[in-house]
């Protein structure tokens, strides 16, 4: 009797170790649900950060995997109201692939999810290591960003380095300036206005490794490009989605009296740019549509404009769509953010603010890529930015100062 117990608990629970979730590293996000040990299932959403915005964005580490048996992930949506009553619905944590990594810097994805009739979507991981990262979509992180920056300094000494300002949390965010500050042409490039929009910093990244390279020497030589691989550093290293944060987020922050340092010290670097020397473009990165192809957001009054202006933003959008074009092509016509019906939410966008307080000559959109795919790996948006970095370089090229 005695013997047969002992065998039993032999074969019943020493076999496998204790699957394990950890989120306590920067960008982890999870609320674990449930976690059943026998079937290795386990359920998460993502977890709730009061006032910061959507709970979209999950990222976890799973540890004493056994190897070659599956695990079931469950992701369901936030139960709780995100703002006012809101409750985000769940298919915006529930990408059509996990992202799964075994050192945390190569992504891959996983097999296609499947949805369930509750709502939740189920993927089948087949762990070839005892860890495993996974995350909704391949992450972008402070610690992605430093080290960007470090390899941009060593390949490029004459950039500098600088903090554009502490966050209201007192974390540093950080952007490079590449180029001569009395070049002819003058850029500003920045992503993650929204922090879960990681896709827009892995194009950030592929269009500044670009830049840096042989490439770009001839744009680079006569252009003066300020580079910020991620806005909301708070909610980037909480794992909070940042978008439509309370009061407001970001990319609705672009008032006269913004609550976020970072915004505030981007207007006023903006500003003093545009007096000295005049900008020539400002683009901002974003990642928001699960089935979007690859677009520009262009400005309201697109259709109204004339002269200069209406010259630039039409050459624009040509030579995007003509260098855009992997993985998908950049739709050839802009979209606009009809959406924000608001006048006065209008006014405090970002790419609205540059527009009010630039030139006639300056170029002022955002770039949205989808990211429901597969191809929107970190290679695929690494391609967007290589063709955001040769339509730039085609359109000063043409000089868009030119009367
Ligand atoms: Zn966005």
Redesign the pocket.
Known sequence: MKRSLALFVFFTFPLHAEMRVSTDFDGGNAEVVKLDQASQTVRIMPKLHEARGWPCWWYLKLEGLTLGRPVQLQVQAQTKPFRDSTVLPAAWSQPKHAWLSSDGTSWTPSEAGARGDDKTMTYTLRPKTQSLHVAWGPPFLPADAETLLAELTATLPASKRFELSKTRDGRAVHGIRIGDDKARHQVWIGAR??AW?TGGSQVGRGFIRWYASDEAKTLRAKTCLHFIPIMDVDNVALGAGG?EAVPRDH?RDWADAPIYPEVAAAQRMISEIHQKHGLDAYIDL?N?GANDPIFFFGPFAFERMTGTQQRNYSRWIELAAENITSPYPVEPKYRFATYVTDEEERSRMSSGWVRKHTGDFTLSVTLETGWNSPLMSVEGYSNVGIGLGRALRDYLEEDPRRP
């Open positions: 206005q929204h929009e978008k990319n974003h928001p």
